[in-house]
């Protein structure tokens, strides 16, 4: 059960785009739709914003999207706003009733 | 509104135990698989147990089986995880999550500090 590899950080000023990369293996994100990303601010509890690798749950701006090719699950923002500046994680199920987290990223908003 | 309650953190000497609560509402608990996630200070998100909505499948992560259990009152609409065998890597936020399409909705967390 090794945590998925994600970047410590990225960045992008504002209005631009910035894609988050969450690397896994054959045995969890490269079989399974069941990758999904969550947003968590300071002090905060984590937020749900992209499920099923592409699924956007209610109230989540579409500037967010998820996608995925082979063991690799990406998150890509565009039209980054301030408040998008928090940690993000991707999580994928690996089967046998277990899911792994990334490591996080930090997105700054230069 | 769906709503998660985590209670029962505190501080325990290593070896100890804890039992951790997670009271839902604003959902049909019994139809939803629940899971307990933690997180170290100024770390990222593991993700540690989770249980079927029925309560006869779990799941855990390397580091806590055998130690832990998640278990679950439908009657009672409550979550809870039975930490045992406590280590000082054990210390963290905990926080229970609702399985939507995912892990849909959290609570705010408990505290759980392992030390002597």
């Known amino acids: 059960q090794s945590a998925l590899t994600q970047p410590p950080s990225a960045s992008g000023s504002p209005g631009q785009s910035v894609t988050i990369s969450c690397t896994g293996t054959s045995s969890d994100v490269g079989s399974y739709k069941y990758v999904s990303w969550y947003q968590q601010h300071p002090g905060k509890a984590p937020k749900l914003i992209i499920y099923?690798?592409?699924k956007r749950p209610s109230g989540v701006p579409d500037r967010f999207s998820g996608s995925k090719s082979g063991n690799t699950a990406s998150l890509t923002v565009s039209g980054l706003q301030a408040e998008d500046e928090a940690d993000y994680y991707c999580c994928s199920y690996a089967g046998n009733n277990i899911d792994i987290f990334g490591g996080g990223t930090k997105l700054t908003v230069l | 509104e769906v709503q998660l309650v985590e209670s029962g953190g505190g501080l325990v000497q290593p070896g100890g135990s804890l039992r951790l609560s997670c009271a839902a509402s604003?959902?049909?608990?019994?139809?939803?698989?629940m899971h307990w996630v933690r997180q170290a200070p100024g770390k990222g998100l593991v993700w540690v147990s989770r249980i079927s909505n029925e309560g006869s499948t779990t799941g855990y992560a390397d580091s806590v089986q055998g130690r832990f259990t998640i278990s679950r009152d439908n009657a009672k609409n409550t979550l809870y995880l039975q930490m045992n065998s406590l280590r000082a890597e054990d210390t963290a936020m905990y926080y229970c999550a609702r399985q939507g399409g995912s892990l849909d909705d959290w609570g705010h967390g408990t505290t759980v500090t392992v030390s002597s």
């Open positions: 099923e690798v592409n």
């Open positions: 604003g959902f049909s608990f019994s139809s939803h698989w």
